[in-house]
Nanobody, 125 residues
Framework: QVQLVESGGGSVQAGGSLRLSCAASGRTVSSYTMGWFRQAPGKEREFVAAISRKGDTTIYADSVKDRFTISRDNAKNTVYMKMNSLQSEDTAVYYC??????????????????WGQGTQVTVSS
């Protein structure tokens, strides 16, 4: 079983950037396809991005494509998400999640088995 801890959230003005990190412990993160999801107040959790275990495949929500970049460093047991050109609509709690690499990459939150506690991102306009 893997434990996931997010960091890097904070408050930023519109147009700014942040980089989120998701550190894994308990098992090597290279065993997992990893994803980022977010949940804004009063809204359902939504998919943001996902990356295959080797990092050779990435997928994004249309709302963040060309602004956000997901990456991973398996040697550091860490997954990242660089967020550029942040907008007020990006304000949410961001969660990283993992699922067995055997199951493949997915946009569906219910298909992920492991979740972090979340990190708050607040974008002011």
């Amino acid at each position: 079983q893997v434990q996931l801890v997010e960091s890097g959230g904070g408050s930023v003005q519109a147009g700014g950037s942040l980089r989120l990190s998701c550190a894994a412990s308990g098992r090597t993160v290279s065993s997992y396809t990893m994803g980022w999801f977010r949940q804004a107040p009063g809204k359902e959790r939504e998919f943001v991005a996902a990356i295959s275990r080797k990092g050779d495949t990435t997928i994004y929500a249309d709302s963040v494509k060309d602004r956000f970049t997901i990456s991973r460093d398996n040697a550091k047991n860490t997954v990242y998400m660089k967020m550029n050109s942040l907008q007020s609509e990006d304000t949410a709690v961001y969660y990283c999640a993992g699922r067995s690499w055997v199951a493949g990459i997915s946009r569906t939150g219910s298909e992920y088995d492991y979740w972090g506690q979340g990190t708050q991102v607040t974008v002011s306009s």
